[in-house]
């Protein structure tokens, strides 16, 4: 959304518009909103493509790397630094546009160098965390903006690798935890059993189902700010909106007469693509809850792809921004979608697998009374 607020768009020859199925009105209303653009920044396609996809060249860097030396180490650290130096990345950024745009390039990537370590040193803590049934709930926090260094500080005074060195937590909330944890917390992660992970069926399912997800994610959180303003003729400003398959279809048969059924349509889609979180992105948890930090950090190291390539691949598809030519780009991301739903649908668990398990089995104390913690409060 900031890229598309930030260039100046380029016209649209009137070649281009009697040749694509915008009605007369809507590029007379494109006419009138290109006329009050006070966009900075003078941007070819090809050049802010080529931002959105920096990013993730940092961002594939740090994935299984991160997830090793959390699941080895402890993740709190790790996952502390990098949100400090992503808020700090994320503050220059003005300036770094302003100067010019290697400048960009080049604190896009260290953002995403430094976020690539977020994810799988979370999952990591959150493996060595959540009760059973509680692991969906905490994964779905997000954490943005500026805030991050200040949200940081509080991280490293409140946060413990593990529930075994928390100094504020009970006796009975530490054995509820560890009662439905299938491994010893408190003892580092041995050698990862790398060739089994590689040859598991939920593994692989989890691998593709992300690449998919990404795939759809990226291509819209990177390319429908575009859209809305090219062939649904939105003022950029103006639009907000949160936001799988068969509404992105529908979507690429909309066009500004009916710009506010769009705008639903692709809420949809981004509301399914959002169920992942509790379903494709924490099922590293349930499959090997030792090695979360790692299987996340592979995982994710497929699913960085896409946003490298599904940004340049939409430019690619949509050329003159016309209508015709983003029908094809949902056309493709319903596909993904379609794609990722059959494999993991076939060949994904929810169970511990044999390779993620310790080998001697783990005893801990009940709680007094025989007393349950049930809807533990973090």
């Known amino acids: 959304m900031a890229i598309v607020c930030m260039v100046k768009t380029g016209n649209i020859s009137s070649e281009t518009r009697l040749n694509s199925s915008f009605p007369e009105h809507c590029t007379n209303h494109m006419d009138d909103q290109n006329s009050i653009e006070n966009a900075e920044f003078d941007w070819d396609k090809s050049t802010q493509t080529k931002l959105l996809s920096s990013f993730f060249y ?15 180490y402890g993740g709190r650290r790790f996952f502390g630094v990098a949100l400090i130096i992503a808020g700090i990345a994320s503050l220059v950024t003005p300036v770094c546009a302003r100067t010019s745009v290697n400048a960009v390039f080049v604190v896009r990537v260290i953002l995403g160098l430094s976020s690539g370590l977020v994810l799988p040193s979370g999952n990591s803590i959150i493996g060595r965390w959540a009760p059973i049934m509680e692991k969906s709930k905490l994964t779905s926090f997000a954490y943005l903006g500026g805030f991050t260094v200040v949200w940081a500080i509080a991280w490293f005074l409140c946060i413990r690798d593990t529930p075994d060195i ?20 408190s003892k580092r992660t041995a050698v990862v059993p790398w060739c089994q992970i590689a040859k598991n069926p939920p593994f692989l399912a989890i691998l593709v189902a992300r690449f998919c997800v990404n795939w759809v994610l990226y291509a819209l959180v990177t390319s429908i700010p575009t859209f809305m303003k090219t062939v649904l003729t939105y003022d950029i400003q103006s639009v907000s909106f949160v ?62 792809f896409p946003g490298m390539v599904a940004p340049i691949v939409t430019g690619i598809l949509t050329p003159n921004d016309t209508a015709e030519e983003w029908r094809n780009m949902f056309y493709v991301c319903a596909g993904v979608c379609l794609l990722g739903t059959v494999v993991y649908g076939c060949f994904a668990s929810g169970e511990v697998q044999e390779w993620a398990k310790d080998e001697t089995e783990i005893n801990f104390e009940k709680p007094e009374n025989n007393e349950k913690i049930e809807n533990t409060k973090f």
Do not use: M, P
Not at 166 to 185: C, H, P, R
């Open 243 to 304: 936001g799988s398959g068969v509404f992105l279809i529908g979507t690429g048969f909309t066009s500004c007469e009916d710009r506010e059924i769009a705008v639903v349509l692709l809420s949809l889609a981004f509301l399914f693509n959002g169920f992942h979180n509790a379903g494709c992105l924490v099922n590293n948890i349930d499959i090997g809850q030792k090695y979360a930090g790692t299987l996340l950090g592979l995982t994710n190291t497929l699913a960085i």
């Open 166 to 185: 928390n100094q504020w937590i009970s006796k009975e909330e530490l054995n509820y935890i560890k009662s439905s944890i299938q491994f010893d917390t």
């Open 58 to 72: 940092g961002f594939i860097c740090t994935q299984i790397i991160g997830g090793w030396l959390s699941d080895t």
